[in-house]
């Protein structure tokens, strides 16, 4: 999916509707801070929100140090490091030396650290595989390595089999392997499988080992020097980052190298290290006392502290039964809730209960898989850590009853199995919507429903009237090849008061080519694995209309003050039906207008906005003849109109066709596929040939087409069977709207006759004669589109994807078409 | 919150005795010889401490396995 904007958007949509709702960007009030209790909005909290695991913070001897430093160097010493540094810079390197047995080079973020490192030390030659889950500041300098052309892909989660796959189909051409990790992962608190990537380190000598061990430093392994670390020798592959800013409790990041080449190498020739500020001297004289701390046996002690109220936790969670996501010895919990509108309501009782929690939400996890983040440090007391994971147990079942969420559904969402003594809360929706006196109503035909009902509601609005889904039906059923077998699912949720509909539309499931919207790059590098395999980078998707309609596919009475329940009770149908169809994503399609109310309700129910290609549209057709029409247009189309159109109308004949035989038909399926051939940007799978014998014998479609009279090859030579016919488009007729929906074009003779060009004005001019209001031209060749008089309107859909490893697999192939 | 003796025995003596501060109640405390020993009630059972009083170390915490022991402090 092409996120462009659309995934900005959703951020700022997302954490503004967090601020708004006094969870996010927040303050404390009190001018000291000094352990675990602060003050937010006015409110005493206890917060579990820290990541300075150890507490050592507020350690005298750190402050002392740091004051100590600012007394003797000043609260900066602004010079590069490529020039001069303080001498506290070389005690703190040497002290690391000390505690992690290998070269140092300290940065002043663990962020910038890794943009000095890598594209230092990954070169084009190499290739890089990061974990799907890797901390966003690896990604961020690994984008910057896009543009020399290394190759870059993404593993799925902690797949170690499907890692040493990879290695051994790279390792043919590339120099080095570089396998891009976390320690500790920052938001689900999962551990990387440090022991099976040592083995693949032994075992390939290409292969290479990139980790961020920032949540791992300080509280594991001796010295503190992190997990990876723990019982494990430094390996001589291997390139550690690690942060400074959390439990350590200072301020900057330290690189931890195999040898002392490629720590000189990146203290030398890394970005940040020459153009970026240095440390503070107040952070090195802490860092430099708490270096020193983890030097001595204290440091065992502390984390021996931290661990013991990290098991109490885990025992504490287990007896209250919360869904945790990953249990282990790290101080990060992850406490799944679904959807961020749980989410959300869930941290807003924690603060009125007095215990601050992070909300852990889209982009750094999955919409579905929103939940709440919390940390344990040294300074929580035993029964602070139990009051607060009893006040969870106890809020979280009246969060998920106020948001219509179960039980079941979080452990759906997390793909966890269920506990027996939660699914007891499955009622609770449809208790609810008896309430609402909402009732909803599934078919699984259109010849199920009244056609002057669903008229009502759809005609004028696309090709998705009763006709039209009938003729899609008849298509779409019945094929030798899966991806041409949809399954319809038409929903219409109705006030029982009124018996008026509320929210009606109809949902195909298929087989969906994931790089559909990829840039065309991108899909022809795909297409060429599909040569060997079909379905590569395929999902079954869930979808309202359907890959063969445009246009506002769900129907909401927005003036009904219900129609956010029966949107509820809409989703819940769809998740029913996604579980049935065992699909992968749901994508809500084809909204033009999309306020800021109904973006938010989407987004608290667990859906991203993206953006689809623009929608073309000529709504004004008030001219009278070709002669108003050319001066309706712009100064510019006018030329293009001369140039490009006028010029060869004459070349043309064009006619309507009627009962065509089955030859004829053979002959425009394979000029649509011609067209679809060519349309990496919009990739789908090839129609079927019976849609379009359908298409040919169904009265509300018609056939239009472009035969060249005359030309400078021998068109009978070329094509005994259709011996003009250059261009054909199928349009669909519905009311006021005239719907060109599948065009089929020869190219050859495109360039010379601009025949596509002709072919749009040429609908243009059907659609006047026919009298119609407007001409839905869809989507692409918005150029083309506009230089007629058509308007271009932005359209959004909103999606919840299941895996999201294909998409991200596809963002990356993109980033290196981009880069190239 | 109720702990069995098994998950009690999963932390150490430190912890252990933290946890009998933050959840349990003092039920008695004595000085013997160079100990203070003390028992404490928490969630259905007894435990028994023993703290050393030249060096400040915990020397035993441990759940008691005959709930007489009371008996046996007070008739000290």
Redesign the interface.
Known sequence: MRPDNAVVETIDQIITDGVRKGILHLYTDETTVNGNIITLKGKKVVNFGSCSYLGLEFDPRLKEAAKYAIDNYGTQFSESRAYVSINLYKELEELFYQIFGAPCVITPTTTLGHIANIPVLMSSRDAIITDQQVHNSVNTAVKLLASSGTHIEVLRHNRMDLLEERIRSLREKHKKIWYLADGIYSMFGDIAPVDEIYRLLDDYTEFYFYVDDAHGMSIHGKNGRGSVLDKRKFHSKMVMATSLAKAFATGGAVMVYPNKEMARKVRTCGGPLITSGPLQPSQLGAAVAAAKIHLTPEIVDMQ??LQ?RI??AN??LK?YKLPVIAENNSAVFFIGVHLPKVGYNLVRRMLDAGYYVNLGIFPAVPMKNTGIRFTITRLH???QI?QMI?TMAEELPKALAEENVTYEDIYKAFKIPLPEQQSIDKGVASVINQALSLKLCHYKSIREIEKKEWDELFANKGTFDWNGLQLLENSFRHNELPENNWKFDYVIIKNLVTNQPVVAGFLTTAIWKDDMLSPGAVSENVEIKRLGDPYYFTSNVISTGSLLTEGEHLFIDRTSPFWKDAMQLFFDQVNLLQEKHNTNSIVLRDFQHVDEEFESFLIDNGFFKISMPDNSIVNDLSWNDEEEFYRSLSKRSRQHFREDIKKYKNKYEVSIERDPVEEKIDHWYSLYENVKNNSLELNTFTLPKKLFSNIANDPSWETLSLKLTSCNNSLSEKNPVEKKTVCVVFSYIAGDNYIPMIIGLDYSYNKEYKVYRQALYQLVMRAKMLGKKKIHLGFSATVEKKKLGAVTFPTYAFMQIRDSYNAEALATMSLMGKAK | ??FTRG?FC???L??RF??LK??GKSILKKKINMRIVSVYRISDFYVEVYENLANHELEKVEPVKNNRVLEVYNDL
């Open positions: 021996n502290e013991e098991k109490f025992l504490v007896k007391t035993f029964s139990e009893r | 919150m109720k998950e999963q932390f150490n430190t912890t933290k946890l933050e959840f």
